[in-house]
């Protein structure tokens, strides 16, 4: 009978939606766990570069220097932001924020107003990705630091940077992994046109219930609809419209 398909459909349907959003629920917490560990890392790369010093004759294109890689730095978690929502516009990458308009927006300092010289080098680069084009900076910016002797005779503050840098990449390269595979498109539509038939042969299920079998569709579909819902908005952290993004 059809309430006995329909009952069926019912746990099958309720364990796979539950599966699907704990497996969202995973994603959007492993992406904002990597998120915070990418900042970390670009935190403790700006600290680092903060605590070098050089002669008084080079402080002023060591100054230059930091000054590039601050900037760098400010723009790292906005590219690796929108890397993975929709796109990077390297003539929108935002540095600080400014303030906010009368109606709340939010108004920042790009890249290119803030810094031309690295806007243009990251331009140059953009071609090997908006991320890559990043850390490409940032090494030629530690190689004028190697160039001025920051470092002076001992090795491991120059092997610290670079560790520091590999850091950065590496907490990238993670939310790459995680973000980087998509879940096949026939099995989204095989569960949307599941859920789909399940819908309109439900409330047949419930014909003993007599009038009372309308409001109860419309619960256990609200539940079963929210179920879907939820997990396909929570998977991205990274999407627009997301409480985490």
């Known amino acids: 009978s059809v309430a006995t398909v329909v009952g069926a459909a019912t746990g099958l349907l309720g364990f796979i939606l539950s599966l699907n959003l704990n497996t969202a629920l995973s994603r959007n917490a492993e992406g904002n766990a990597n998120f915070n560990a990418f900042c970390g890392d670009v935190l403790a790369f700006g600290m680092f570069v903060c605590g070098l010093t050089v002669d008084d004759k080079e402080e002023e294109e060591f100054k230059k220097v930091k000054n590039n890689i601050r900037d760098l730095l400010l723009a790292a978690p906005q590219v690796c932001k929108y890397t993975f929502r929709k796109g990077v516009d390297v003539d929108l990458i935002p540095v600080r924020l400014k303030g906010r ?27 090997i990705g908006a991320m890559e084009a990043i850390m490409l900076a940032l090494g030629n910016e530690m190689q004028n630091l190697t160039a001025m002797k920051v470092f002076g005779d001992d090795n491991a503050f120059h092997m610290a940077l670079i560790g520091k840098w590999e850091n950065i990449y590496s907490s990238y390269g993670n939310l790459g992994n995680i973000f980087g595979y998509k879940f096949p498109a026939v099995l989204d539509w095989m569960l949307d046109i599941c859920l789909g038939i399940y819908l309109i042969l439900m ?4 014909v003993e219930a007599k009038y009372h079998s309308i409001w109860l569709s419309f619960i256990v579909a609200y539940f079963f609809l929210g179920l879907h819902i939820v997990a396909g908005q929570i998977v991205d952290p990274f999407q627009p419209g997301n409480p985490n993004g």
């Open 203 to 206: 409330p047949y299920g419930l």
């Open 101 to 127: 308009t009368s109606d709340g927006k939010r108004m920042s300092e790009k890249l290119y107003e803030r810094n031309k010289e690295m806007y243009c080098l990251v331009k140059e680069y953009y071609d």
